[in-house]
């Protein structure tokens, strides 16, 4: 058995080792806030954070990260409580049809974990493996920036 | 399933990687996956055969990290490239590894790709080898003996990159009076394969140039340096003069001319601009 840690859970699945973190999560464990498209390492869509980074789950071998902290975007709110970066998105109307905002707000999680107020470029960045097929950048962008001040006041 | 099955091995200890490396059938090795993972995808869409054992090495924390002994820097094989965009343990030339290191990809990419994965992914127009040439780095790999085996960088890409045993970091000299810069052309911002790369490193000496090496890469065959340009430059003086006429000094041969017209052009344009940001010291 491999024991994975998603969003503080361990889950003792019986893998066979080359089985992608995508599969596991959609297909074993019905996580399917993370996004299946490209699959080829291009889009981002299925973008997770381990050990608070963020990284391609179509790259990942399940296996391979056993035992590491794993976090997917099930894991970001708390009960009805939605984590800053996903009120924040709401709030700018940053979500079209969706489909890459998962892969997003991990991405930017990644980037305001590390660093609360990030600049426009060092947000372009830290999202530059993400692409949104409806366009709407500018506001993620907004998004981004306006969830770093709220946390950086709620961290006080 | 995106992957055709095969038997998974993830070894903590280093010796223990080379033992299974050296004793099992039909074996790749992963480091950081961006490469082998979405090559196997690929065999299995083409209907290829595919490995039968895959060894991780993310477990092995000997091959991690980045270190200092007096002046050899070393860079262990899974060091990611974030790490090398953002380590200041890369001392003087943390500068130039965050400039080549922002070339390479996007962000979960960079996360995850390393620079071991790099240099043995046989890729030609990866960012890392004409800079390591450059650098005159040396690549460290471990044989079956576990002794260990030290190669100048520039010696593996003259062997087309190809070994049978695991590299377990890259070395390098630091030297302060090293001046060094790095251009790549790229088609646009958003393709991130440079069809060209140009790494010059120097030492200026009484306004002239001294010790040079310059690398290029062509995209289309490994790093190379090119020595007719690099006798040119230790003989000039260091002026806007040589940059301007560095140009007529060039090993065509390196050039990938006969392919693309433009390429030896471009070439000759970025040579020219790498050599005056070197001089007016605009370099990362």
Same mark, same amino acid.
Not at chain 1, 60 to 66: E, H, I, K, N, Q
Not at chain 2, 13 to 31: D, T
Not at chain 2, 59 to 71: P, T
Not at chain 2, 204 to 228: H, L, M, P, Q, Y
């Given at each position: 058995?491999?024991?994975?840690?998603?969003?503080?859970?361990?889950?003792?699945?019986?893998?066979?080792?080359?089985?992608?973190?995508?599969?596991?999560?959609?297909?074993?464990?019905?996580?399917?806030?993370?996004?299946?498209?490209?699959?080829?390492?291009?889009?981002?869509?299925?973008?997770?954070?381990?050990?608070?980074?963020?990284?391609?789950?179509?790259?990942?071998?399940?296996?391979?990260?056993?035992?590491?902290?794993?976090?997917?975007?099930?894991?970001?709110?708390?009960?009805?409580?939605?984590?800053?970066?996903?009120?924040?998105?709401?709030?700018?109307?940053?979500?079209?049809?969706?489909?890459?905002?998962?892969?997003?707000?991990?991405?930017?999680?990644?980037?305001?974990?590390?660093?609360?107020?990030?600049?426009?470029?060092?947000?372009?960045?830290?999202?530059?493996?993400?692409?949104?097929?409806?366009?709407?950048?500018?506001?993620?962008?907004?998004?981004?920036?306006?969830?770093?001040?709220?946390?950086?006041?709620?961290?006080? | 399933?995106?992957?055709?099955?095969? #038997?998974?091995? @993830?070894?903590?200890? +280093?010796?223990?990687?080379?033992? &299974? /490396?050296? $004793? *099992?059938?039909?074996?790749?090795?992963?480091?950081?996956?961006?490469?082998?993972?979405?090559?196997?995808?690929?065999?299995?869409?083409?209907?290829?055969?595919?490995?039968?054992?895959?060894?991780?090495?993310?477990?092995?924390?000997?091959?991690?990290?980045?270190?200092?002994?007096? #002046?050899?820097? @070393?860079?262990?094989? +899974?060091?990611?490239?974030?790490? &090398? /965009?953002? $380590? *200041?343990?890369?001392?003087?030339?943390?500068?130039?590894?965050?400039?080549?290191?922002?070339?390479?990809?996007?962000?979960?990419?960079?996360?995850?790709?390393?620079?071991?994965?790099?240099?043995?992914?046989?890729?030609?127009?990866?960012?890392?080898?004409?800079?390591?040439?450059?650098?005159?780095?040396?690549?460290?790999?471990?044989?079956?003996?576990?002794?260990?085996?030290?190669?100048?960088?520039?010696?593996?890409?003259?062997?087309?990159?190809?070994?049978?045993?695991?590299?377990?970091?890259?070395?390098?000299?630091?030297?302060?009076?090293?001046?060094?810069?790095?251009?790549?052309?790229?088609?646009?911002?958003?393709?991130?394969?440079?069809?060209?790369?140009?790494?010059?490193?120097?030492?200026?000496?009484?306004?002239?140039?001294?010790?040079?090496?310059?690398?290029?890469?062509?995209?289309?065959?490994?790093?190379?340096?090119?020595?007719?340009?690099?006798?040119?430059?230790?003989?000039?003086?260091?002026?806007?003069?040589?940059?301007?006429?560095?140009?007529?000094?060039?090993?065509?041969?390196?050039?990938?001319?006969?392919?693309?017209?433009?390429?030896?052009?471009?070439?000759?344009?970025?040579?020219?601009?790498?050599?005056?940001?070197?001089?007016?010291?605009?370099?990362?």
């Amino acid at each position: 058995m491999t024991t994975l840690i998603i969003n503080d859970k361990e889950y003792h699945l019986p893998l066979q080792g080359h089985e992608t973190l995508l599969e596991v999560l959609r297909d074993q464990l019905g996580l399917t806030g993370t996004k299946t498209a490209c699959q080829d390492a291009e889009c981002g869509s299925c973008t997770v954070l381990i050990n608070k980074k963020a990284v391609l789950s179509c790259l990942t071998l399940a296996c391979a990260v056993a035992g590491e902290e794993i976090t997917t975007i099930e894991g970001l709110a708390q009960g009805d409580q939605l984590h800053p970066l996903q009120q924040a998105f709401l709030d700018h109307g940053a979500v079209q049809c969706g489909f890459c905002t998962p892969g997003m707000i991990l991405a930017a999680k990644a980037l305001l974990d590390k660093n609360p107020k990030p600049t426009e470029e060092e947000i372009r960045q830290a999202l530059d493996g993400n692409l949104c097929r409806c366009g709407g950048y500018l506001k993620i962008f907004d998004a981004v920036k306006q969830a770093g001040e709220n946390l950086a006041k709620t961290k006080g | 399933m995106l992957l055709n099955p095969f #038997k998974f091995h @993830s070894p903590q200890k +280093l010796e223990e990687a080379v033992s &299974l /490396y050296n $004793s *099992l059938p039909g074996v790749r090795i992963l480091a950081g996956g961006t490469f082998l993972i979405n090559n196997l995808k690929l065999l299995k869409k083409k209907g290829l055969k595919t490995p039968e054992n895959i060894i991780s090495l993310r477990r092995i924390d000997e091959l991690k990290g980045i270190s200092c002994h007096k #002046k050899e820097l @070393s860079i262990k094989a +899974l060091t990611s490239v974030s790490e &090398l /965009y953002s $380590s *200041l343990s890369l001392l003087e030339y943390s500068q130039i590894f965050k400039a080549v290191s922002r070339n390479l990809a996007t962000t979960p990419i960079r996360n995850m790709a390393t620079i071991g994965g790099n240099l043995m992914c046989r890729y030609c127009w990866t960012e890392f080898p004409a800079l390591l040439i450059a650098l005159k780095a040396n690549l460290h790999f471990i044989a079956t003996d576990l002794k260990e085996e030290a190669v100048p960088v520039e010696e593996f890409f003259k062997n087309s990159a190809k070994s049978e045993k695991i590299l377990t970091r890259v070395t390098l000299t630091l030297d302060p009076q090293n001046c060094i810069c790095y251009q790549s052309v790229r088609k646009s911002s958003s393709v991130d394969i440079p069809l060209l790369a140009v790494c010059i490193k120097t030492k200026f000496s009484k306004k002239r140039f001294s010790e040079t090496i310059v690398a290029v890469n062509n995209g289309t065959s490994f790093a190379r340096r090119d020595s007719v340009l690099e006798n040119f430059l230790n003989q000039s003086e260091c002026s806007i003069k040589t940059a301007d006429e560095s140009s007529q000094h060039l090993d065509t041969s390196l050039y990938d001319a006969s392919r693309d017209d433009y390429k030896e052009h471009m070439f000759r344009v970025t040579i020219k601009n790498t050599l005056r940001e070197l001089m007016t010291g605009r370099h990362p």
